[in-house]
């Protein structure tokens, strides 16, 4: 199906109760659907939004085009949660209805004030001859969920060097004063990120572009995330136009962070060590972070990339969200763990304790699980698991000893995705001692020795490739191993 200009920025208030019934039933026959990630009603997902905890609840919003698998007129999508673990469709949170967001409600973020959760988010507009004008916009949450938009952004247009490329602005509060880190892209088409102040969320001050050592890097910054952690300052972005780099930057666009001392907002500089990639898979981006109410760090990322067609697409939908994860600090790392609130989920429990020697097991099946994979002695030349696998269809993890790489391939997962970016993806790991793997319908999500590093990745099996192995080539190992069915 071609989607026309005029499809993608048609009205869901245009459109018939028969259209709309018709496509949620294409989107509940698909084969792909997730049991327990976020994923939209019908249409496309991305990026999350104004993820923060509020009147006793996390409230996470997302990007939605309710029509179709394409990118088109932009609403917010309200889910929430008590506990992290299990959430809630609340329905749609903000219309495209305005003259600031004529054409879409793009991405930000949120913080509380004065008992409301303030959204402020950029408005996306466009004139006859299609030129885009950004505004940064703010509505406000009260605690009975009622959202109420301004009538007029709190900031207009784009600062004097700076494209129409101009969004996604990230709210932090330090000491009185509020923040926003803003996604930029200058005139010379090159990315960066700026700073903007205010003492009470409605009066803006430009106070300009932030310094980083890594210049230049990339044509647009997408999504920052400013936070501080452990004394440090970590600045979060999607930057899009770098060129692979050995293992590194294999996605048709890149989420990372910097880690530095504390951003220095009078100079407005940033010292900071090397960008590294949050995510090893093939389906990550757009990250954003929340401070939880005891002190923890936690993110969520858009499982998706942009400008890629997915096997759902046939059934009128796109993308989830991934699980939410909690962030610590380790040799200078960020390191990523699965919230443990998602213990909450387990249902039936395997498990098995085993010597390996050349040989591949199937001890466990499931579609929908949690499996950790402990490794206690590794003499071998590789070993890993063999997810959703039947006879012709297998999704690998792989550490190779004496390579010292882990690695995920896809190449037999089902349906394909993305084959002109690589099938595998792969990094330097001194050891692999445990795997903590997650897998949904149509995804996995593995993380390493307890979130040294994290591979997120769709995948499209089908419905009886169900086989959960484990193997291990020209050597043993000793495993342990748990499995969870997930509700």
């Known amino acids: 199906m071609e989607w026309t200009k005029e499809m993608r920025y048609q009205r869901l208030e245009n459109v018939s109760e028969e259209t709309m019934e018709e496509l949620r039933e294409r989107v ?29 609840e996390y409230h996470l919003f997302y990007q939605w085009f309710p029509l179709g698998p394409v990118h088109g007129l932009k609403y917010w999508y309200h889910t929430k949660s008590k506990d992290l673990a299990y959430w809630e469709n609340v329905g749609i949170a903000i219309k495209p209805d305005h003259f600031y967001d004529s054409h879409g409600a793009y991405s930000g ?33 009260n605690k009975d969920g009622e959202i109420s938009k301004q009538a007029n952004p709190v900031i207009f247009g784009v600062p004097d060097g700076y494209t129409d490329h101009f969004r996604d602005p990230k709210l932090f509060k330090k000491g009185e004063h509020y923040y926003a880190v803003i996604g930029a892209q200058r005139e010379d088409k090159t ?3 700026v700073l903007f102040e205010s003492a009470n969320l409605q009066n803006w001050s430009f106070l300009g572009e932030v310094k980083t050592d890594i210049q230049p890097f990339g044509y647009m910054w997408e999504c920052p995330d400013y936070f501080e952690l452990d004394d440090k300052g970590i600045l979060v972005f999607s930057p899009q136009g770098i060129s692979p780099q050995g293992n590194s930057y294999q996605n048709i666009y890149q989420s990372g962070y910097l880690i530095g001392d504390k951003l220095n907002i009078p100079q407005l500089k940033f010292s900071h060590g090397d960008f590294a990639e949050i995510d090893r898979g093939f389906d990550f981006y757009a990250p954003q972070t929340m401070l939880a109410p005891d002190g923890r760090r936690i993110l969520v990322g ?4 942009p400008e890629l067609d997915y096997p759902t697409d046939e059934n009128g939908w796109a993308h989830c969200l991934t699980l939410p994860r909690e962030l610590t600090l380790k040799d200078n ?17 395997e498990s098995i304790r085993t010597t390996i020697k050349n040989e ?13 994979c402990e490794i206690n002695a590794l003499h071998a030349k590789s070993l890993g ?15 190779k000893v004496k390579e010292k790489t882990i690695e995920l391939d896809r190449s037999k997962s089902g349906k394909s995705v993305g084959e002109e970016y690589g099938t595998v993806r792969r990094c330097t790991l001194e050891q692999c001692i445990k795997l903590h793997v997650f897998v949904d319908i149509s995804s996995v999500e593995i993380f390493i020795n307890d979130g040294e590093e994290v591979f997120t990745s769709r995948i499209f099996p089908q419905a009886d490739s ?22």
């Open 28 to 56: 509940e026959n698909c084969q792909w659907r997730q049991t327990f990630h976020i994923q939209p009603p019908t249409g496309l997902l991305n990026d999350p939004n104004g993820f923060s905890f509020y009147n006793g």
């Open 385 to 399: 698991v063999e997810l959703r696998a039947k006879e012709n269809e297998k999704t690998v993890v792989e550490y």
């Open 191 to 193: 990315g960066c990120v």
């Open 302 to 305: 858009w499982m998706g990339l």
């Open 466 to 487: 169900e086989e959960i192995r484990i193997f291990v080539n020209d050597g043993e190992a000793s495993i342990v191993a748990e499995k969870w069915d997930l509700s």
């Open 333 to 349: 790392k960020l390191i990523q763990q699965p919230v443990k609130e998602l213990a909450k989920r387990r249902k039936r429990k």
């Open 360 to 372: 591949t097991i199937t001890p466990f099946k499931g579609t929908a699980f949690e499996l950790i």
């Open 109 to 141: 973020s949120g913080i509380v004030k004065d008992n409301e959760l303030y959204l402020m988010y950029t408005g996306n507009t466009r004139n006859d001859n299609w030129e885009r004008t950004p505004y940064q916009v703010i509505a406000i949450m």
